[in-house]
Protein backbone atom coordinates (compact mmCIF):
# COMPACT_ATOMS: atom_id res chain seq x y z
CA UNK A 1 0.00 0.00 0.00
CA UNK A 2 1.36 3.26 -0.67
CA UNK A 3 -0.25 6.79 0.84
CA UNK A 4 0.35 9.81 -0.77
CA UNK A 5 -0.64 12.72 1.01
CA UNK A 6 -1.19 16.34 0.35
CA UNK A 7 -3.07 19.96 1.16
CA UNK A 8 -0.85 21.27 3.72
CA UNK A 9 0.11 25.09 4.01
CA UNK A 10 0.24 28.07 6.02
CA UNK A 11 -3.27 29.70 7.35
CA UNK A 12 -4.58 31.81 9.79
CA UNK A 13 -5.84 31.01 13.07
CA UNK A 14 -9.64 30.01 12.68
CA UNK A 15 -9.14 29.48 9.15
CA UNK A 16 -10.35 25.92 7.19
CA UNK A 17 -7.85 23.19 5.70
CA UNK A 18 -8.64 19.98 3.84
CA UNK A 19 -5.86 17.20 3.93
CA UNK A 20 -6.25 14.96 1.59
CA UNK A 21 -4.18 11.28 1.22
CA UNK A 22 -4.56 9.07 -1.54
CA UNK A 23 -3.60 5.18 -1.25
CA UNK A 24 -3.00 3.06 -3.74
CA UNK A 25 -1.88 -0.76 -4.31
CA UNK A 26 -3.23 -3.31 -2.38
CA UNK A 27 -6.12 -1.38 -0.77
CA UNK A 28 -8.16 -4.11 -0.91
CA UNK A 29 -6.32 -5.19 2.23
CA UNK A 30 -6.92 -1.80 4.48
CA UNK A 31 -9.11 -2.27 7.25
CA UNK A 32 -8.72 1.07 8.59
CA UNK A 33 -6.86 4.89 7.81
CA UNK A 34 -5.31 7.21 10.27
CA UNK A 35 -4.23 10.82 10.52
CA UNK A 36 -1.40 11.85 12.69
CA UNK A 37 0.72 14.51 13.52
CA UNK A 38 4.02 15.70 14.74
CA UNK A 39 4.82 19.16 16.58
CA UNK A 40 8.72 20.13 16.96
CA UNK A 41 9.76 18.88 19.67
CA UNK A 42 6.85 16.91 20.17
CA UNK A 43 5.77 13.21 19.82
CA UNK A 44 3.95 12.08 16.96
CA UNK A 45 0.42 12.09 18.14
CA UNK A 46 -3.02 10.56 16.69
CA UNK A 47 -5.65 12.78 15.06
CA UNK A 48 -8.46 11.00 13.66
CA UNK A 49 -9.12 7.61 12.36
CA UNK A 50 -11.50 5.82 9.81
CA UNK A 51 -12.55 2.56 8.91
CA UNK A 52 -12.30 1.47 5.53
CA UNK A 53 -15.64 1.14 4.73
CA UNK A 54 -16.06 4.05 6.33
CA UNK A 55 -18.40 3.44 8.73
CA UNK A 56 -16.76 4.16 12.16
CA UNK A 57 -14.83 6.94 13.03
CA UNK A 58 -12.72 8.19 15.97
CA UNK A 59 -10.83 11.63 17.14
CA UNK A 60 -8.81 13.08 19.31
CA UNK A 61 -10.23 14.86 22.18
CA UNK A 62 -7.91 17.95 20.74
CA UNK A 63 -9.77 17.99 17.58
CA UNK A 64 -13.08 16.49 18.23
CA UNK A 65 -15.72 19.01 16.73
CA UNK A 66 -13.39 20.94 14.60
CA UNK A 67 -11.90 18.33 12.50
CA UNK A 68 -14.11 15.69 10.26
CA UNK A 69 -12.27 12.59 8.75
CA UNK A 70 -14.13 10.80 5.63
CA UNK A 71 -13.50 9.05 2.65
CA UNK A 72 -14.17 8.56 -1.04
CA UNK A 73 -14.53 4.89 -1.82
CA UNK A 74 -14.19 5.51 -5.56
CA UNK A 75 -10.89 7.70 -5.20
CA UNK A 76 -9.46 5.28 -2.30
CA UNK A 77 -8.51 8.65 -0.67
CA UNK A 78 -8.93 9.87 2.39
CA UNK A 79 -9.76 13.41 3.72
CA UNK A 80 -9.55 15.13 6.93
CA UNK A 81 -11.31 18.71 7.03
CA UNK A 82 -10.03 20.97 9.67
CA UNK A 83 -11.92 23.50 10.72
CA UNK A 84 -11.27 26.58 13.68
CA UNK A 85 -7.45 26.16 13.07
CA UNK A 86 -6.12 27.23 15.83
CA UNK A 87 -2.11 27.69 16.23
CA UNK A 88 -1.61 24.39 17.90
CA UNK A 89 -2.41 22.42 15.45
CA UNK A 90 0.49 23.34 13.50
CA UNK A 91 2.44 20.14 12.80
CA UNK A 92 3.37 17.99 10.44
CA UNK A 93 0.46 15.61 9.58
CA UNK A 94 0.84 11.74 8.48
CA UNK A 95 -1.91 9.29 7.15
CA UNK A 96 -1.15 5.98 7.52
CA UNK A 97 -3.43 2.61 6.16
CA UNK A 98 -3.30 -0.38 8.66
CA UNK A 99 -4.21 -4.18 7.36
CA UNK A 100 -4.89 -5.42 10.75
CA UNK A 101 -8.26 -4.84 13.19
CA UNK A 102 -6.94 -2.32 15.26
CA UNK A 103 -7.21 1.35 14.66
CA UNK A 104 -4.21 1.78 16.50
CA UNK A 105 -1.49 0.19 14.93
CA UNK A 106 -0.12 1.21 11.53
CA UNK A 107 1.96 -0.54 8.79
CA UNK A 108 1.75 1.90 6.17
CA UNK A 109 2.32 5.43 6.22
CA UNK A 110 2.67 8.51 3.72
CA UNK A 111 5.14 11.64 3.73
CA UNK A 112 4.11 13.85 6.11
CA UNK A 113 2.71 17.84 4.74
CA UNK A 114 3.31 20.22 6.87
CA UNK A 115 0.56 22.69 8.71
CA UNK A 116 1.40 25.77 9.94
CA UNK A 117 -1.49 28.20 11.80
CA UNK A 118 -0.59 31.43 12.46
CA UNK A 119 -1.97 33.59 15.35
Known amino acids: VQLQASGGGLVQAGSSLRLSCAAS????????MGWFRQAPGKEREFVAA????????YYADSVKGRFTIARDGAKNTVYLQMNSLKPEDTAVYYC?????????????WGQGTQLTVSS
Open 96 to 108: AATTRSTYTNYDY
Open 25 to 32: GRTFSIYA
Open 50 to 57: ISWSGGNT
